[in-house]
């Protein structure tokens, strides 16, 4: 379940008249829609000064678009908004025969065909077009997209700047925060964000742009300086169908509608490909110079790349905090910095960070003296290769996919001394032909995998640990491994240890408590999936469930035992 969040609003408006809003973009009256006392030129003496598509955050002066939604109209919700105060409604034809049929009179209804295709440049419209007035970052792909404007962010307040920050884990204003519901907001509460953010003097913007904000038309009305693409493997496709789909979506972005330039990470075949459909100019960034998911091999060596990364190094490879690195571009400019994130998936975060400031105009030199100061190009992420403990290390990240997943496993391999163990599950009513590979991968890549509930929404939990344990399974035979039926079994160190084990573990408090505890001092304990979320919603109800909290609790009362029997 969702509830609508504090909606932040500009403290200073221009009232546009519902004619105005109509003539601007094409829009006709619906018959009838306004109060006979309301006089002959209602759609002028109409004034509005804000949008919102929810009922729930209508304010007074609000054009309220009422969208057709999976399951119902929003246009069935039209009469509370209007009681809060909606001076407008703008929605399509089978939304105004709703309002007609309910009897809904007392402001103006304008109509078109697409409402949704609309809103985002209605609402840009009346915020004063607030993205104008910042430079703006937008950054797509399946994996990184989070961490990477979080780096984003980083280097532009390194730089001087104040920053406005969008995306999975949080929204900023400068120095104000704000929870996030959506990776990317919706548009009329995106556009007022910008204009706040415009208020607050914010300069530049690091953002999160989803595929689903891309087909859903909540960035309309952007025009981003910079775009920037990660990667592309199998996600969301209970939504977009196919990987076909998925990348077209993706590739949205890369046009001239949606920013002006690009830099795309080529160390896939879909970044190639991009670079090659994408109609604005672009720069391209190889990182690995081979298949996403293969170790940084210091070399950047992909053949024709714009940039290129080389000499990765590992700060502390026992450790496992992070790596320095160079940022090359064919024409000659460079620039030498690190990260404290570990695994060369964040290197290769880092550099398009940097390769995307780069583009934007910033001189090579001015970044590396700002990132010299500041620690290189490190920001903690929350729930993004979290180390929330220590003997065991306990670090909690969100890969929630196969390729996620297995990077993850990847980065913390070679700083395990002892056992590498992952907690995981899968999300229920999403893309459920991803739920073998990851018991797969997890299989692959740990030592000992304990399969629990993710988020299961409105899915039966134990149908959908069976679909991930079923790819754990088969990944067993394949390797021809023995299987175990309890934590302590499979964690527990009193004696050797066993490889390749699987187990199930419900609920998932307990499973993350119950594998810290039994877990080894040298072992690392990956919790994965859920990174940063505090609820966990179950059959339409959410529930309190932070992992941090629960390994952060886990690991205090392995402690305490320890010291109660003196060891």
């Known amino acids: 379940m969702t509830s609508p969040i504090d909606r932040l609003r500009p403290a200073t408006s221009v009232h546009r008249t519902a004619r105005e809003l109509a003539t601007t973009f094409g829009l006709a009256a619906a018959a009838g829609g306004t109060a006979s006392d309301q006089g002959p030129d209602a759609l002028g003496a109409a004034e509005i000064w804000s949008v919102a598509s929810d009922n729930r955050v209508v304010a007074d002066g609000d054009l309220f678009v ?15 908004a209007i009681s809060r105060g909606a001076r407008v409604v703008l929605t399509d034809p089978q939304g105004a025969r709703l309002l007609a049929d309910a009897g809904e009179e007392r402001v103006p209804v304008l109509v078109t065909e697409d409402p949704r295709a609309v809103l985002g440049r209605v609402a840009a419209w009346v915020y004063g077009e607030p993205a104008t007035q910042l430079t703006t970052f937008a950054v797509t792909g399946t994996n990184g997209k989070t961490t990477t404007t979080y780096l984003l ?24 925060v704000l929870p996030s519901r959506l990776t990317t907001p919706e548009a009329a509460d995106l556009q007022a964000l910008l204009a706040t953010m415009r208020e607050d003097g914010v300069g530049t913007l690091a953002m999160e742009v989803s595929s689903h904000a891309l087909s859903l038309h909540r960035v309309d009305g952007i025009v981003f300086d910079v775009a920037g693409f990660t990667n592309l493997s199998q996600d969301h496709l209970d939504f977009h169908g196919d990987l076909q789909e998925y990348f077209e979506a993706k590739a949205a972005l890369f046009t001239p509608q949606h920013a002006r330039r690009g830099v795309v990470v080529v160390d896939d075949a879909w970044g190639r490909r991009l670079a090659e459909v994408a109609t604005i100019p672009v720069s391209t960034l190889a990182v690995t110079g081979g298949a996403v998911g293969t170790p940084v091999t210091g070399d950047g060596a992909a053949a024709g790349a714009d940039w290129t990364v080389s000499d990765v190094r590992a700060v502390d490879a026992a450790a ?23 695994g060369g998936f964040n290197v290769a975060n880092a550099a398009l960070a940097l390769a995307m400031v780069l583009e934007a105009g910033a001189d090579p030199r001015d970044v590396a003296a700002a990132l010299e100061g500041a620690g ?83 899915e039966d939990p134990a149908t959908i640990r069976a679909e991930v344990l ?42 993350i408590r119950d594998t810290i505890r039994e877990a080894a001092p040298q072992d690392t304990v990956l919790v994965a999936g859920r990174g940063h979320e505090v609820w966990q919603e179950i059959a339409g109800v959410d529930h309190a469930l932070d992992d941090r909290v629960e390994a952060r609790a886990a690991l205090a009362a392995r402690h305490e035992t320890t010291k109660e029997h003196g060891e």
């Open 470 to 511: 079923a790819g754990a399974r088969a990944a067993q035979q394949a390797a021809e491994v023995d299987q175990v039926a309890g934590v302590r079994d499979a964690v527990g160190h009193g004696g050797a240890p066993r490889a390749h084990t699987v187990v199930e573990v419900a609920p998932r408090a307990t499973a």
């Open 66 to 80: 009422a969208l057709p939604g999976a399951g119902t109209h929003g246009a069935r919700f039209a009469s509370d």
């Open 320 to 342: 496992g905090t992070g790596s320095t690195f160079v940022l090359r571009h064919r024409d000659g400019r460079e620039l030498r910095t690190s990260t404290t994130l570990p």
């Open 376 to 458: 290189g190009v490190s920001a903690q992420v929350p729930g993004r290769m979290e180390v929330v403990g220590t003997a065991p290390r306990v670090v909690v990240d969100f890969a929630h996919n196969t390729d996620a997943l297995s990077l993850a496993l990847a980065a913390l391999r070679p700083t395990t001394t002892g056992r590498l163990v992952v907690v995981f599950g899968a999300t229920g009513d999403r893309d459920k032909g991803k739920r073998p590979g990851m018991g797969a991968v997890a299989v692959e890549g740990a030592d000992v995998v304990v399969i629990t509930d993710d988020d299961p929404h409105g």
């Open 153 to 176: 962010d980083h280097v532009l307040r390194t730089l001087g700047w104040k920053g406005g920050l969008i995306g999975t884990v949080e929204m900023r204003s400068g120095d104000r």
